[in-house]
C-alpha cells in the first residue's frame, strides 16, 4: 500500500510535492531522511542556526549538494559536443565547476563518483550511439554499472524525426541511468534537427534544478533560455557568404555531377580547422513550392507567422526558405491529421500500421501528403504551423584556411531521383547544383568537429579512406599539410565509377604525389573492370604494408557513405588485423577500438 500524506500540517503544493517524492525513495533514502529530520528537530532551539555536528545522532550527516557537475557528450558531427561546451560555460558562469568530456575519454569507473551528470547525446544511423559514445553504453547496459543511488542526472537527446529511432541513444542513456537508480535532475528532452531553442530551454530548466537542489531561487526558463542565445556568426545567426566559384568536377558523360564550391568568409571573422564542416541553410525548390501552392489552391502573398516570437513572412518565401517540404515524419502525419477530412490519413496512422506507414514515408514529400489525402479543412496558417524549420545541411570542408585564407570549399554530390512516379531533388545539392552562382549569397556556419582531426604530432602517418565525395577532407588535410611541411607520411584510398570522368582532384593528388606531400595514392574504378573493385580491394591487396603503418602509429580516417562502403571497409580492418596480426577475431577488433580509444581511427560518416 503506498502511504499518502492526506490530513496533515502541510499546504496543498507541499502535501503534492511529499506525494510525489514519497514513493520514488530507496529505504536506505526515508532512513536517511527520518535521521536528518530527527536532527534538524533536535538543533531547533531559538538562535542555535544550523545543525552541529555535535548535536547529530551517531551516523546523521546532513546532506551536501555539489557544486561539481560532469557533462559527457556523445557526438558524430559535432553538434552534441559544441552544446556540451555552451552548457559548461553557462554553468560556470553561475558558479559551478564543469567537467566536459567525451563519453570515450570518461573512465565509466568513475561514475560512481558523480553526483551532478549531465549527457548530451546524439543518435546515429539506425538508433545507434555515435562513434565516441560506444563503449560507454556498452558499460551502462553490461552487469559492470554501478548502482548510483547518489546520482541527479538530465539527459539532452539529439536525432532526426524522420527516422524510425528518433533520439533512442539520449532514451537509452535516461531510461539505464534510472535503473541503476539516479534520480532525474530535469526531464529529458529531445531534440529535432531544430535543437537551438529546445536546448536552451533544457539547459535553463537543469541550471534551476541546480541552484533549488541549493536553496536557490527559480529563475523563469524563458528569460533564461533567451539568455544562452549566441550573438556571434553561428548555427542560430549564419554568415551570408559570397559564391566564388561553382565548378562541375565531372567529366562529360559521367553519371554523376559533383560541384566544388568555393564560398567568401571575408568578414565574419570564422576560423576553421581541418575535418570541420560548414552548414548551409538552403532553400526549397520554387518548382515544388509552385506545385504546393497551387495544390492547395492557397495566396503565395498571404502572410503567415513563422515563429513563436512572431516573425511573419509571404507565404512563398516562407516555403521556400523557412520549412522543411521534402520530408515527410510520422509526427507530422499525426500533426496533418486533424487538417484532413480524408479517414484515409486516420487509418495509416492507427496502431497495427507501422509497416505500412514506414514505407509510405520512404521518398514522399509534402506536396504527396496534400494530394494523397485531400480534401483539406486547415488553413495555410495552420498547415504551416505544423511545418518543421529548414535544417541546415553539413558539408565536409574540402579546403585549408591556412592554403585559402577567408574562404572555405566544399564538394557536394547533386542527389537526383525517382520515387513514385515524381523525379525527385536533394534540396542543398540542387541548389549548388542547378541555381546558385557567383556572386549569389547563401547563409553559413562553422560546425567544429572534434572527432576528426589530423594528429597533433605532424610526423604520425596518416591513411585517408574517401570514395566519392568522401575526398572532401583529405583534400583539406593535403593543403594543411603541406602549408605546415609536415614529415609523417600519408595514404590516400579514393574509389569512383569512372577514371576518366570521376577522378575528383586529380590534378591535385598527383601533384601532392610528385612533391611528397602525398606517399602513397591507391585508386579503385569499379565501372572500368568486368569486376566491381572499391577501396577496401585495394587495402586487401596491401594488408600487410597497411598494417606496418598501423603498427608505427599510423591514424586512419574514414569518409562517406556509412551504411555500406564505411560499414565494409570497417570490416576489412579487422580482415587484415586479423591476418597481419596473427590475432582472432575478437582481437582484432579491440585492436581497432582501442585505435579508435586513441583518436588513431575517426570516422566522419552519413
Known amino acids: 500500500m503506498q502511504l499518502q500524506v492526506l490530513n496533515s500540517p502541510f499546504n496543498q503544493e507541499q502535501a503534492e510535492l511529499l506525494n510525489r517524492i514519497l514513493p520514488t525513495l530507496t529505504e536506505s533514502q526515508k532512513v536517511?531522511?527520518?535521521?536528518?529530520?530527527?536532527?534538524?528537530?533536535?538543533?531547533?532551539?531559538?538562535?542555535?542556526?544550523?545543525?552541529?555536528?555535535?548535536?547529530?545522532?551517531?551516523?546523521?550527516?546532513?546532506?551536501?549538494?555539489?557544486?561539481?557537475?560532469?557533462?559527457?557528450?556523445?557526438?558524430?558531427?559535432?553538434?552534441?559536443?559544441?552544446?556540451?561546451?555552451?552548457?559548461?560555460?553557462?554553468?560556470?558562469?553561475?558558479?559551478?565547476?564543469?567537467?566536459?568530456?567525451?563519453?570515450?575519454?570518461?573512465?565509466?569507473?568513475?561514475?560512481?563518483?558523480?553526483?551532478?551528470?549531465?549527457?548530451?547525446?546524439?543518435?546515429?544511423?539506425?538508433?545507434?550511439?555515435p562513434d565516441n559514445a560506444l563503449s560507454f553504453h556498452e558499460f551502462l547496459k553490461s552487469k559492470r554499472a554501478p548502482k548510483l543511488e547518489n546520482l541527479r542526472y538530465s539527459v539532452l537527446a539529439l536525432g532526426d524525426s524522420s527516422y524510425e529511432f528518433f533520439c533512442q541513444t539520449g532514451k537509452d542513456f535516461d531510461t539505464r541511468l534510472g535503473e541503476l537508480g539516479g534520480t532525474r535532475l530535469?526531464?529529458?528532452?529531445?531534440?529535432?534537427?531544430?535543437?537551438?531553442?529546445?536546448?536552451?530551454?533544457?539547459?535553463?530548466?537543469?541550471?534551476?534544478?541546480?541552484?533549488?537542489?541549493?536553496?536557490?531561487?527559480?529563475?523563469?526558463?524563458?528569460?533564461?533560455?533567451?539568455?544562452?542565445?549566441?550573438?556571434?556568426?553561428s548555427r542560430t545567426n549564419p554568415f551570408k557568404a559570397e559564391v566564388l566559384e561553382n565548378i562541375n568536377l565531372n567529366g562529360r558523360g559521367s553519371n554523376k555531377e559533383t560541384r566544388h564550391l568555393e564560398l567568401s568568409l571575408e568578414g565574419s571573422g570564422l576560423t576553421f580547422e581541418p575535418g570541420d564542416s560548414l552548414g548551409i541553410y538552403p532553400a526549397n525548390d520554387p518548382e515544388l513550392v509552385q506545385l504546393l501552392l497551387e495544390e492547395m489552391n492557397w495566396d503565395p502573398e498571404q502572410q503567415v507567422t513563422v515563429s513563436k516570437k512572431g516573425e511573419v513572412l509571404l507565404l512563398k518565401d516562407a516555403l521556400l526558405s523557412h520549412f522543411e517540404i521534402t520530408t515527410l515524419t510520422k509526427p507530422l502525419l499525426e500533426k496533418a491529421a486533424p487538417l484532413s477530412a480524408n479517414e484515409k490519413l486516420q487509418d495509416l496512422l492507427a496502431a497495427g500500421n507501422e509497416e505500412q506507414l514506414k514505407q509510405y514515408l520512404e521518398g514522399r514529400d509534402l506536396l504527396d501528403l496534400v494530394r494523397d489525402f485531400t480534401p483539406w479543412i486547415?488553413?495555410?496558417?495552420?498547415?504551416?504551423?505544423?511545418?518543421?524549420?529548414?535544417?541546415?545541411?553539413?558539408?565536409?570542408?574540402?579546403?585549408?584556411?591556412?592554403?585559402?585564407?577567408?574562404?572555405?570549399?566544399?564538394?557536394?554530390?547533386?542527389?537526383?531521383?525517382?520515387?513514385h512516379g515524381r523525379e525527385r531533388k536533394g534540396v542543398c545539392s540542387i541548389l549548388a547544383s542547378e541555381r546558385l552562382q557567383p556572386g549569389d549569397t547563401v547563409p553559413v556556419y562553422i560546425q567544429h568537429n572534434e572527432n576528426f582531426k589530423l594528429p597533433q604530432?605532424?610526423?604520425?602517418?596518416?591513411?585517408?579512406?574517401?570514395?566519392?565525395?568522401?575526398?572532401?577532407?583529405?583534400?583539406?588535410?593535403?593543403?594543411?599539410?603541406?602549408?605546415?611541411?609536415?614529415?609523417?607520411?600519408?595514404?590516400?584510398?579514393?574509389?569512383?565509377?569512372?577514371?576518366?570522368?570521376?577522378?575528383?582532384?586529380?590534378?591535385?593528388?598527383?601533384?601532392?604525389?610528385?612533391?611528397?606531400?602525398?606517399?602513397?595514392?591507391?585508386?579503385?574504378?569499379?565501372?572500368?573492370?568486368?569486376?566491381?573493385?572499391?577501396?577496401?580491394?585495394?587495402?586487401?591487396?596491401?594488408?600487410?604494408?597497411?598494417?606496418?603503418?598501423?603498427?608505427?602509429?599510423?591514424?586512419?580516417?574514414?569518409?562517406?557513405?556509412?551504411?555500406?562502403?564505411?560499414?565494409?571497409?570497417?570490416?576489412?580492418?579487422?580482415?587484415?588485423?586479423?591476418?597481419?596480426?596473427?590475432?582472432?577475431?575478437?582481437?582484432?577488433?579491440?585492436?581497432?577500438?582501442?585505435?579508435?580509444?586513441?583518436k588513431r581511427y575517426q570516422r566522419d560518416v552519413y
Open 32 to 129: 536517511w531522511l527520518s535521521g536528518f529530520l530527527a536532527a534538524a528537530q533536535f538543533a531547533s532551539v531559538p538562535g542555535s542556526g544550523n545543525v552541529q555536528v555535535a548535536d547529530r545522532p551517531v551516523g546523521i550527516t546532513s546532506p551536501t549538494v555539489s557544486k561539481d557537475v560532469t557533462i559527457l557528450f556523445g557526438s558524430q558531427t559535432g553538434n552534441a559536443q559544441s552544446l556540451a561546451k555552451m552548457a559548461g560555460k553557462k554553468l560556470e558562469g553561475e558558479g559551478f565547476q564543469v567537467t566536459i568530456q567525451s563519453m570515450s575519454d570518461f573512465k565509466a569507473n568513475n561514475l560512481k563518483k558523480v553526483q551532478n551528470l549531465l549527457i548530451v547525446a546524439s543518435t546515429h544511423g539506425e538508433g545507434d550511439p
Open 186 to 233: 530535469y526531464p529529458r528532452f529531445d531534440c529535432d534537427l531544430d535543437y537551438d531553442e529546445p536546448a536552451a530551454e533544457w539547459l535553463a530548466g537543469v541550471l534551476n534544478g541546480l541552484n533549488e537542489a541549493e536553496g536557490g531561487s527559480a529563475v523563469p526558463e524563458s528569460e533564461l533560455a533567451s539568455q544562452l542565445v549566441e550573438s556571434t556568426y
Open 378 to 419: 486547415g488553413a495555410a496558417q495552420e498547415f504551416v504551423s505544423i511545418l518543421r524549420k529548414m535544417p541546415s545541411r553539413l558539408y565536409s570542408i574540402a579546403s585549408s584556411l591556412t592554403a585559402n585564407p577567408e574562404e572555405v570549399h566544399l564538394t557536394i554530390g547533386a542527389v537526383r531521383y525517382e520515387a
Open 457 to 598: 604530432n605532424s610526423a604520425a602517418p596518416i591513411i585517408m579512406v574517401g570514395p566519392g565525395t568522401g575526398a572532401a577532407p583529405f583534400r583539406s588535410f593535403m593543403q594543411e599539410r603541406e602549408e605546415i611541411g609536415a614529415e609523417g607520411k600519408s595514404w590516400m584510398f579514393f574509389g569512383d565509377q569512372h577514371f576518366v570522368t570521376d577522378f575528383l582532384y586529380q590534378t591535385e593528388w598527383q601533384k601532392w604525389l610528385k612533391t611528397g606531400v602525398l606517399t602513397k595514392l591507391d585508386v579503385a574504378f569499379s565501372r572500368d573492370t568486368a569486376e566491381k573493385v572499391y577501396v577496401q580491394h585495394h587495402m586487401l591487396e596491401h594488408s600487410k604494408e597497411l598494417f606496418e603503418w598501423l603498427q608505427e602509429g599510423a591514424h586512419l580516417y574514414i569518409c562517406g557513405d556509412e551504411k555500406h562502403m564505411a560499414h565494409d571497409v570497417h570490416t576489412t580492418l579487422i580482415e587484415i588485423i586479423e591476418k597481419e596480426g596473427g590475432m582472432s577475431r575478437e582481437k582484432a577488433g579491440e585492436y581497432l577500438a582501442e585505435m579508435q580509444q586513441q
